[in-house]
């Protein structure tokens, strides 16, 4: 079956700590995108990539970085300059909306991160 | 530029009553427009879509919405609510040429028994 896999699904990271959030999908897809989920604020666009070696910031990029090596992986890495990491990280691709902006997103399970 | 307004973030209905969960946007072009479903620590799903053509729009677990452009309005309605349908939802928005979509806060919807 086709589909985005995030892992791990739950992560645990002490202050300092640099940690990385795996996002995969076999759909063919050539957009990738990470959200963060925090309550009452909906969905916040981190980074975003329209084809592979190619990212964007989103709207709140600072304290994070992506690689976009393969157009099946785009991987989150949550760095130490993040101060308030503690969220839920959703990653999701579609079909590149410029071209096919009727297109909607497939998103993953998540990956819950918490700060110790 | 494009955004979009749920109102009300919570939203308690009881179990076979009508769920109207309420979207506006604004956007500048002809949008495209979407509700997602979430349940707890899941990823979003797809619930409907708008693209072109009938403004009454139908989707999965009995949900439809209704595009109205003179009031800016994608509102999801269900006839009859059930436990399962409890969740939060999301209403979003794209549009041609444009690259990111644009999510609402989220309404949570409760339904009591």
């Known amino acids: 079956d086709g589909g985005i896999t995030q892992s791990p699904k739950y992560l645990f990271r002490k202050e300092g700590q640099n940690v990385t959030l795996s996002c995969e999908q076999n759909l063919n897809h050539d957009a990738m995108y990470w959200y963060r989920q925090d309550p009452g604020q909906g969905l916040r666009l981190i980074y975003y990539s329209q084809i592979v070696n190619d990212f964007q910031k989103g709207d709140i990029a600072e304290g994070y970085s992506v690689s976009r090596e393969k157009k099946e992986s785009f991987p989150l890495t949550v760095t130490s300059a993040q101060k308030n990491p503690t969220a839920f990280y959703l990653c999701?691709?579609?079909?590149?909306?410029?071209?096919?902006?009727?297109?909607?997103?497939?998103f993953g399970q998540g990956t819950r991160l918490t700060v110790v | 530029a494009q955004s979009v307004t749920q109102l009300g973030s919570h939203v308690s209905v009881s179990e076979g009553a009508l769920v109207l969960l309420r979207c506006n946007y604004s956007s500048s072009v002809p949008p495209y427009l979407f509700w997602y479903v979430q349940y707890p620590n899941q990823g979003l799903q797809l619930l409907l879509k708008?693209?072109?053509?009938?403004?009454l729009v139908k989707g999965i677990n009995g949900f439809e919405a209704e595009f109205k452009k003179s009031e800016t309005s994608f509102h999801l309605t269900k006839p009859s609510a059930h436990m399962s349908d409890a969740a939060e939802y999301f209403c979003?928005?794209?549009?041609?040429?444009?690259?990111?979509?644009?999510f609402g806060a989220g309404t949570r919807l409760f339904v009591k028994a």
């Open positions: 979003a928005v794209s549009r041609t040429g444009g690259f990111k979509t644009i």
């Open positions: 999701a691709s579609s079909i590149d909306p410029t071209t096919a902006p009727k297109g909607e997103a497939f």
């Open positions: 708008y693209t072109t053509g009938a403004t």
